[in-house]
């Protein structure tokens, strides 16, 4: 009998309606003789809503209490869904994230799973039970109870497939899988039948929200295939996985975005050796996560250095920026928000040069700025003006024919 687990995302469990309707799908893959654990997220909107109650009290509240409040969600989730499996004539019980044995490190909102101790959860199994298990939560070895970051729901479920080395993980969503990009930004989006490690990890960390990117780390090193399908509709969805030969052909495999996005110039730095680690020293050490980075020298042999950070840190790194203007020694500092981040993925970029000459002409075409770039083997992200984000995409999705994509992957099934 192999173990199955099965994720579901918060629209999936949105109504009471569409938790019986996942009670469904849970006890089907039980019939046909599977011990089934489901990873459920809190129902709809839920944990934004508790995030906004939270912000009544204050704009920066205690990242212990968050995650107190915030891991009440799924709590409400996994109960509402064994009561209505329980209601079909089936044995479920629901767990909580440290009731499961997610361990994780001592860190709260973001926190990783260090251990899964699988032996309650493998007990239940083995005793008949449809087990659920809480998303997004675990227990640190302090005791505390933590949870994973945003989308975190997925994570938990490769890792508890992965330390149950169970036969299969389906990550249930609202989509038909993974697309070549947003299908709700770009219509013409193709869903694909096939993306591997490294792409999927590139385009969850870019901004593709269909996966939280740690999922993908997890199926990587324990080499787990991993599907996402629809809940509603009963297709197959996409495999992640190793790579495939068959679908190189197409070099740019996926667009991903981000639409909070500033960009910080701090201009006529001295040009010492110890100006770059000074800056980020600084930057880290306020929990500042810089991303792209440009540093230029003037004919004066004075340096201009340009980073992008999220919006949401701009005010907190422009104060931190001013108040050690001394000590660093800077002429004048400006910035950029209102941008946003679109990226091409896909691995067939590593031996096709001119991947990135093209993007440029496909922005320019539709007179798209470029504000900064970056690249890596197999993506290319550029930063451009937030209200031209979805001109861009379309441009893109356009300029390398990933609308067609779909006859492609028809054709090789
Ligand atoms: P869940 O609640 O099931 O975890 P999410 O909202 O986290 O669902 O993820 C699904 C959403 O991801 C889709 O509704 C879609 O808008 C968005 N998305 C972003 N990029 C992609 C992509 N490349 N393919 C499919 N969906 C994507
Ligand atoms: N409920 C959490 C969130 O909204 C975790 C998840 O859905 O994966 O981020
Ligand atoms: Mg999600």
């Known amino acids: 009998m192999g173990i199955i687990v099965q994720k579901f995302g918060g629209t999936s469990v949105g109504s009471i309606e569409r938790i019986q309707h996942v009670a469904e799908t849970v006890t089907k893959a039980y019939k046909e003789g599977n011990q089934v654990v489901t990873v459920v997220s809190a ?28 891991t009440t969600g799924e709590q409400v989730s996994i109960s509402l869904l064994a009561m209505a499996i329980q209601a079909k004539g089936f044995k479920a019980i629901s767990l909580t994230g440290w009731q499961a044995g997610i361990q994780t490190e001592s860190v709260h909102g973001n926190a990783r799973i260090e251990m899964i101790h699988t032996e309650k959860i493998q007990q239940l199994l083995d005793e008949g039970y449809i087990v659920i298990v809480a998303g997004f939560q675990g227990l640190s070895d302090k005791n505390e109870i933590t949870t994973l970051g945003r989308g975190g729901s997925d994570t ?21 899988g993974v697309y070549t990009t947003d299908p709700r930004v770009e219509p013409s989006a193709s869903k694909l039948s096939h993306v591997s490690y490294d792409e999927m990890l590139e385009l969850a960390a870019l901004g593709a929200g269909v ?20 809940s509603q509709h009963d297709e197959i969805g996409t495999f992640i996985g190793e790579e495939n030969q068959m679908e190189q052909q197409s070099v740019v495999r996926g667009i991903a975005f981000e639409s909070n996005v500033t960009r910080m110039t701090l201009n006529g730095l001295n040009n010492h050796v110890d100006l770059l680690p000074k800056i980020f020293t600084l930057l880290a050490s306020e929990g500042i996560d810089v991303d792209i980075i440009i540093q230029s020298v003037t004919s004066d042999n004075l340096v201009n250095l340009s980073f992008s950070i999220k919006s949401e840190n701009m005010m907190e790194a422009i104060t931190i920026l001013e108040s050690k203007k001394d000590y660093l020694g800077y002429r004048s500092f400006d910035f950029e928000s209102e941008l946003a981040k679109v990226s091409i993925v896909g691995s067939g970029m590593v031996s096709n040069p001119g991947v990135a000459a093209k993007m440029f002409k496909y922005l320019a075409e539709s007179e798209i700025p470029v504000k900064m770039v970056s690249t890596s083997e197999i993506k290319v992200s550029t930063v451009i003006p937030k209200s031209q984000l979805q001109e861009a995409v379309h441009a893109l999705h356009k ?9 492609e992957v028809t054709l090789k099934n």
């Open 211 to 230: 996966l939280h990117p740690r999922a993908v780390e997890f199926a990587k090193n324990y080499h787990l295939m991993i599907q996402v399908r629809s």
């Open 156 to 176: 938990t479920a490769v890792a508890i497939a992965a330390s149950l080395n169970a036969e299969r993980c389906d990550i249930y969503t609202d989509v038909l």
């Open 399 to 407: 300029g390398y024919e990933l609308d067609r994509i779909q006859e």
């Open 43 to 70: 129902m709809g909107h839920h944990t934004d809503e508790l995030v906004s109650l939270a912000a009544q009290i204050s704009p920066q509240n205690s990242k212990r209490e968050m995650d107190m409040l915030l």
